[in-house]
């Protein structure tokens, strides 16, 4: 063996030491080619744009528009949490109203029927980013199969995707309905993997929010974090993600 044989493998293998004793591994990428990726399970919104959510908020409540989505957001999410953990199950659209309702009476601001008909029914009229059309096509071609894994509700996303004209893109619709348990519990995960019937670390996970990326990535997924908005990372100890502002991420990830 030469001198240049030699610090190739040294090499090679101070690489592999330290991934297998990084916290970061996770097992699922140790022995699995992104190339392997047969299958892209999304989160709702890598799909579909939120933002005209806050905007209506600020248009109805101009004062306090930024503070009570934010507000409202979190509470959202909160009580996904509460309820999975409390086994007291309730769809995501009846949540969205329930957290409504509290902000409403948090910050003080009367919630006509006409304001909270504007704020759920927006949830209803959601549009597609403008990369995701095309990126859906990509995936097509490449004989990659799509699917929803999300906490909103199937009518939530049929609706918005029969708005958008990419119905037909989604091979399943799978809703935390299905299982009783929002992300990211085990339960809502698992789905992917029963309706593609591939192992899971074939199938991508496509999150939006921090924290569905840690959980995806806990579950054991492949995990793409499409960070559209740029928030900053959660300090969970997840596996390795792979990051980006848009899906171009997502779509060079599954293309190594």
Same mark, same amino acid.
């Given at each position: 063996?030469?001198?240049? /044989?030699? =610090? ?25 080619? /992104?190339?392997?990726? &047969? ?5 709702? %919104? ?19 528009? !930024? ?28 949540? +969205? ?18 304001? #909270?008909? /504007?704020?759920?029914? +927006?949830?209803? !009229? ?13 995936? &097509? ?6 699917? %929803? ?7 939530? =996303? ?15 619709? =799978? ?14 995960? !698992? ?9 899971? /670390?074939? +199938?991508?996970?496509?999150? %939006? ?35 980006? #502002? ?11």
């Amino acid at each position: 063996m030469n001198r240049r /044989q030699f =610090l190739a493998i040294s090499a090679r293998s101070t690489t592999i030491g330290l991934a297998l004793s990084s916290p970061l591994l996770n097992t699922a990428w140790a022995t699995t080619a /992104q190339s392997d990726i &047969k299958a892209i399970a999304f989160d709702g %919104f890598p799909i579909f744009d939120p933002r005209p959510i806050i905007g209506r908020v600020k248009t109805l409540y101009p004062e306090q528009g !930024q503070a009570f989505s934010r507000a409202w957001f979190k509470k959202i999410f909160a009580y996904t949490w509460l309820r999975t953990n409390g086994g007291r199950y309730k769809n995501f659209y009846a949540i +969205i109203e329930d957290a409504l309702t509290y902000t409403a009476t948090q910050f003080k601001v009367k919630l006509s029927p006409d304001n #909270r008909d /504007q704020l759920m029914g +927006i949830w209803l !009229q959601l549009k597609p980013w403008p990369d995701v059309v095309n990126a859906l096509k990509i995936f &097509k071609e490449q004989g990659i199969r799509i699917a %929803f894994l999300s906490n909103l509700t199937e009518e939530m =996303l049929r609706t918005n995707t029969k708005n958008a004209g990419i119905e037909d893109a989604f091979e399943f619709y =799978l809703t935390t309905d299905n299982v009783k348990a929002f992300k990211p519990d085990p339960r809502a995960y !698992q789905m992917g993997v029963d309706a593609f019937k591939l192992p899971k /670390q074939n +199938i991508a996970f496509a999150a %939006f929010g921090a924290w569905d990326a840690v959980g995806a990535s806990w579950f054991g997924y492949p995990t793409v974090w499409v960070n559209r908005l740029g928030a900053p990372a959660e300090n969970l100890n997840a596996g390795p993600i792979t990051s980006g #502002r848009n899906i171009t991420t997502l779509i060079d990830f599954v293309n190594p």
